[in-house]
């Protein structure tokens, strides 16, 4: 017997199979064709599952972070109560419970193995996103994964909510402004602008006006550089977006198929993909944020400055970064203070600057760092808002440049065109 509970999801499809088969059947007594209505059906067939794709789509990121929290949920639940965080995921799955997705009953079945929680992790690595699960590593390393769950779920959230309608905009340029310019250059350029050229060619025996000529001159020149400065890295950052983790997953699961050259080739792409992440603003103090959050964690657990500073740099998820934290940690093996060494790590020199204060005032390096902590989330926010908002404006800003570019241009030909009929 099926014990698996109903879910709105399902409820949607069941609710929209039966209004399909209550307008075919309508459409069907009203007009008597049986071929109108299998065509009808079936057309809306198609437009319910391209909403629907779309829709799933588009909802990966989102659906993704949800079952990454819930884990998180999980996790500091099943701690809070003594009870085994492998045992829990175990029974939980055994529920045939389905909201998680089907990587979290595979995880179940590497912890039924008898793998600890973050070996099994590592073999299941799109359950959680890599920086979280770095994260889960710093806390197994103090002794109490208790301590790293508020900085993954600030790392799961980082201004979601805040961000999303900015997003949203993207999102809608993306698949809809974007394309609506794609076919309006089309029409203008393959279709409208010929037909012009034949007409004054035709009945005048002239050539188009000079303000048509030079609208398209622009048009040729201004359509291919907006898609390649523009459009373009924005579709491939939506595409990333949606993606989430699964290109680096694919490329370290490829990259050692096509032998030890391709391999370090594919490990050099990956450094200059965290490296080019470290040039976006608001990126990079998100990692400094989680760095100095990890940083100030582990050096209040007791642990060494080198250990500390190697693992901290580890849980950021980012190769360029971690070797910032490896050069540290060779300053430090040499007898450079902690404060000094610091100076890699970023070139603004705050950090060095935060850690000095904190290691002269009283309490924990966490407590001391909260407020800069705060400040480097407030900073990414401010600054990912900034770019959404200029990308959004510049696009709607280059669309009604085209349109008013194509109207002028039309209306030149109608007006010569006119001038020319009253001569006859």
Not at 252 to 257: I, L, N, R, S
């Given at each position: 017997m099926d014990t698996r509970p109903i879910t709105p999801e399902h409820l949607w499809r069941w609710a929209s199979a039966l209004m399909l088969t209550i307008f075919g059947a309508l459409v069907a007594t009203l007009t008597q064709k049986p071929i109108v209505v299998l065509v009808l059906l079936f057309v809306l067939g198609l437009a319910y599952g391209a909403f629907y794709s779309l829709h799933f789509i588009l909802s990966l990121p989102f659906r993704r972070r949800e079952r990454a929290r819930m884990l998180l949920e999980l996790i500091e639940t099943s701690i809070e109560h003594s009870h085994s965080v492998e045992q829990c995921l175990i029974r939980l799955s055994r529920s045939r419970e389905r909201s998680f997705g089907v990587r979290f009953h595979l995880l179940a079945a590497y912890l039924e193995q008898g793998l600890p929680l973050l070996a099994a992790l590592e073999k299941v690595p799109r359950m959680l996103p890599p920086t979280v699960l770095a994260m889960?590593?710093?806390g197994a390393a103090t002794g109490d994964i208790?301590?790293?769950?508020?900085?993954?779920?600030?790392?799961?959230?980082d201004a979601l909510p805040r961000v999303q309608k900015a997003q949203n905009y993207l999102?809608?340029?993306?698949?809809?402004v974007l394309p609506a310019q794609l076919m309006l250059y089309w029409m203008v350029r393959v279709v409208v602008f010929p037909k012009f050229h034949e007409i004054f060619n035709d009945m005048l025996d002239a050539h188009m006006p000079l303000a048509?000529?030079?609208?398209?001159?622009t048009l040729d020149v201004a359509w291919p550089t907006f898609m390649a400065v523009i459009a373009l890295p924005m579709f491939v950052g939506l595409g990333l977006y949606i993606l989430?983790?699964?290109p680096a997953y694919w490329v370290?699961?490829?990259?050692?198929?096509f032998g030890p050259v391709l391999a370090r080739r594919f490990d050099w792409l990956a450094t200059m993909t965290d490296r080019g992440m470290l040039v976006l603003p608001w990126q990079r103090r998100r990692v400094e944020r989680d760095f100095a959050a990890m940083l100030a964690l582990l050096l209040d657990a007791g642990l060494s400055e080198e250990k500390a500073v190697l693992l901290a740099g580890e849980s950021v998820a980012n190769r360029a970064f971690l070797a910032r934290a490896q050069r540290v940690t060779e300053q430090l093996q040499r007898g450079v203070k902690l404060p000094e060494a610091l100076q890699f790590m970023d070139d603004a020199g705050e950090l060095r600057w935060r850690m000095t204060n904190a290691a002269h005032a009283a309490g924990h390096f966490r407590e001391s760092?909260?407020?800069w902590l705060d400040t480097l989330d407030a900073k990414a926010f401010g600054q990912e808002q900034a770019v959404a908002q200029f990308l959004t404006s510049a696009c709607v800003l280059f669309n009604g440049c085209l349109v008013g570019l194509f109207t002028v241009s039309i209306f030149q030909c109608f007006i010569q065109l006119i001038d020319a009929a009253s001569t006859w």
């Open positions: 889960l590593r710093v208790r301590r790293v769950l508020p900085s993954c779920r600030t790392h799961l959230r999102v809608a340029l993306v698949l809809v048509t000529v030079t609208a398209i001159a989430g983790p699964r370290e699961w490829f990259a050692p198929k760092l909260a407020g």
